[in-house]
C-alpha cells in the first residue's frame, strides 16, 4: 500500500468523521432510538479514522494489518447504522452519503487488509 492511498484515506475518514459530527446533535434529538442510532454511528464512523491514524505508525506491516482490520470492522459498523437510520425518510437524504462512503470504505479496506495480511 502506498503513502498515497494511506493519506487518501486518512484524509476520507477525517472527512467522514467530521460529517458524522456535525450531524449528530440533530439526529440525536430524534427521540431515544435516534439518539442511540446516533451515538452508534458517531462512535464507529469515528473510530474508522481513529485507526487508520495508529496504522499509519504501526510498528509492522502485520501490526498495520491489525488496525487496518479493526477499521473494516467499524466501517462495516457504521455502514449498519447508517443503513438503519435511512430506514426513516426524514434522514435519508442526510444519511445517503454517509451509507455511500462506508461503503466505500468497506470495500477499501477489505482490499488493504487482504494484501497486508498476505505480506506479511
Known amino acids: ?3 498515497t492511498t494511506r493519506e ?3 484524509r ?7 460529517t458524522v459530527f456535525q450531524l449528530y446533535p440533530r439526529l440525536a434529538t430524534g427521540g431515544p432510538h435516534f439518539k442511540h442510532l446516533a451515538h452508534q454511528l458517531m462512535r464507529s464512523a469515528t473510530a ?8 499509519a505508525v504501526a510498528n509492522s ?7 487496518y482490520a479493526l ?3 467499524e466501517a462495516r459498523e457504521a455502514n449498519y447504522w447508517s443503513r438503519l437510520g435511512e ?20 470495500a477499501m479496506l477489505t482490499v488493504a ?5 498476505a505480506s506479511t
Open 71 to 73: 477499521a473494516l470492522r
Open 113 to 117: 487488509v487482504k494484501k497486508l495480511r
Open 87 to 106: 430506514t426513516e425518510a426524514k434522514w435519508k437524504p442526510e444519511l445517503a452519503g454517509i451509507t455511500q462512503e462506508t461503503g466505500e470504505f468497506v
Open 8 to 10: 487518501d484515506f486518512k
Open 61 to 67: 506491516r502485520r501490526d498495520m494489518g491489525a488496525k
Open 48 to 55: 474508522v479514522g481513529a485507526l487508520l491514524e495508529e496504522g
Open 12 to 18: 476520507r475518514a477525517f472527512r467522514l468523521a467530521r
Open 1 to 3: 500500500m502506498t503513502h
